[in-house]
């Protein structure tokens, strides 16, 4: 109770000029240590998360992003879409705000006491690339497959084998209808099989994707333009 230890003498002295019940003194102790408890378990899943930025939506530049409905993402990040294990595609070219928005709806997870991870596309198949050398696919599949939610970026054109490719379909096949996964990508959905390979493969794919799905295309801006 690291929290109690910090405040116990500054509770001790109030308690002795306002004269609280025993009951409001040890409330008001077991009340703050709740909530410093609940701080560090945030604190905790989102350094797991491995978040590279804390983005929000209350800090996204709406304005300069028109290609975007404000009201739509806010709705999405009440978190409904994670009790139908829907998923969520951000659709756009580079710059636009996808990471940012799908990061600030991870966030919102993670602050709602669900476990999540961001990983970049590259870095997750060279995951999978290396879990075919040391067949570790069976654990890392387990790994990812737990996750509440899983935050997969910048899915683009990748140099792929297809093991890769089946190992992701696998993930994507047994997260679908338990979990819900974010992507975001510079890819439509016709373009994945030129990406992924293996046509049938990915029409199964895309099939149990966009089964329930929200697909946020954004055509708007780059944010990383120079400003004035």
């Known amino acids: 109770m690291s929290r109690t230890l910090q405040i116990l ?7 002795a000029k306002q004269g609280p019940s025993y009951a409001d003194f040890l409330a008001s102790l077991l009340r703050q240590e709740y909530h410093s408890q609940q701080d560090r378990y945030l604190e905790y899943r989102i350094r797991r998360a491995r978040l590279p930025e804390r983005w929000t ?3 996204f530049p709406w304005k300069r992003q028109p290609g975007v409905r404000k009201a739509a993402i806010e709705q999405l990040a009440e978190l409904g879409f994670m009790s139908q294990a829907a998923n969520i595609v951000f659709v756009g070219p580079t710059g636009v705000g996808k990471t940012g928005l799908a990061s600030a709806i991870l966030l919102k997870a993670l602050q709602a006491g669900h476990r999540g991870l961001f990983i970049k596309a590259q870095e997750l198949f060279d995951e999978m690339y290396q879990s075919l050398a040391d067949h570790s696919s069976r654990r890392l599949l387990n790994r990812l497959i737990r996750m509440d939610i899983l935050l997969v970026d910048e899915m683009g054109y990748l140099n792929l084998r297809p093991e890769q490719s089946n190992i992701f379909f696998k993930l994507m096949e047994e997260r679908y209808g338990r979990k819900s996964t974010i992507i975001s990508t510079n890819l439509d959905y016709e373009e994945w099989y030129a990406f992924l390979g293996q046509k049938a493969m990915v029409a199964a794919l895309l ?4 089964h329930r ?7 708007g801006p780059s944010l990383r333009d120079p400003q004035g």
């Open 57 to 59: 939506l209350e800090t």
């Open 207 to 210: 099939d149990r994707l966009r």
């Open 9 to 15: 003498d500054e509770e001790l002295e109030r308690a």
């Open 213 to 219: 799905c929200h697909t946020i295309r954004i055509d």
